[in-house]
């Protein structure tokens, strides 16, 4: 069975930073493209960016590029999301998501991790 | 700054069918945008329905299903069910950009 289990949800101040992590199991983590996504309280999703299975590709979307950087460890079947320079409006849950495996896509998401960016 | 539109909100009766549409500002979606659909719940965390237009996932009830429809992603609910009832969301691809793009969203009601 697919898990993916985020953690490092945290209240910080703007301009602050913080680091998410995603814990992945039940699948081969090397394999798969995987996302970071969030959702600011009452609003819908936005993707936030991913990473190729060679852990060097990675793209982002406009809102965070230049701040957010996405890393993963293979070793440990873990995804990464650094955030630097939080801004309120950063304020989301974090989900971390998998790629499809035989099409671009997304298939399996975690339960999410709160990030609270207010002073 | 790319667009992705849906009907915010819809509403269905119990067994009826329903269409949920996914537009592009930049244009026409194809299958090159590899829609994708999401189901989400109060307080859960979304679910996928559909990728890369039209495929299921194992767990996708039968009664979905996706299709590109005047040049914008579609899908489709047939034989409603109560627990259908909750938020919708498409995903798009930009390729030229390496970009995903969600739409805002259509909460659908079962009444």
């Known amino acids: 069975e697919v898990q993916l289990v985020e953690s490092g949800g945290d209240l910080v101040q703007p301009g602050g930073s913080l680091r998410l992590s995603c814990a992945a199991s039940?699948?081969?983590?090397?394999?798969?493209?995987m996302h970071w996504v969030r959702q600011a309280p009452g609003k819908g999703l936005e993707w936030v960016g991913n990473?190729?299975?060679?852990?060097?590709?990675?793209h982002y979307g406009d809102s965070v590029t230049g701040r957010f950087t996405i890393s993963r460890d293979h070793a440990t079947s873990s995804l990464y999301l650094q955030m630097n320079s939080l801004r309120v409006e950063d304020t989301a849950v974090y989900y971390c998501?998998?790629?499809?495996?035989?099409?671009?896509?997304?298939?399996?998401w975690g339960q999410g991790t709160l990030v609270a960016v207010s002073s | 700054q790319t667009a992705v539109t849906q009907e915010p909100s819809l509403t269905v009766s119990p067994g009826g069918t329903v269409t949920l549409t996914c537009a592009s500002s930049?244009?026409?979606?194809?299958?090159?945008?590899?829609p994708n659909w999401f189901q989400q719940k109060p307080g859960q965390p979304p679910t996928t329905l559909i990728y890369?237009?039209?495929n299921k996932h194992p767990w996708t009830p039968a009664r979905f299903s996706g299709s590109l429809l005047g040049g914008k992603a579609a899908l489709t609910l047939s034989g409603v069910q109560p627990e259908d009832e909750a938020e919708y969301f498409c995903?798009?691809?930009?390729?030229?950009?390496?970009?995903?793009?969600f739409g805002g969203g259509t909460k659908l009601t079962v009444l």
């Open positions: 930049t244009g026409a979606v194809t299958s090159g945008s590899y």
């Open positions: 990473i190729k299975q060679d852990g060097i590709e990675t």
């Open positions: 995903l798009l691809y930009y390729g030229e950009r390496h970009l995903w793009v």
């Open positions: 890369s237009t039209s």
């Open positions: 039940g699948f081969t983590f090397s394999s798969y493209w």
């Open positions: 998501a998998r790629g499809t495996n035989d099409a671009p896509g997304i298939d399996s």
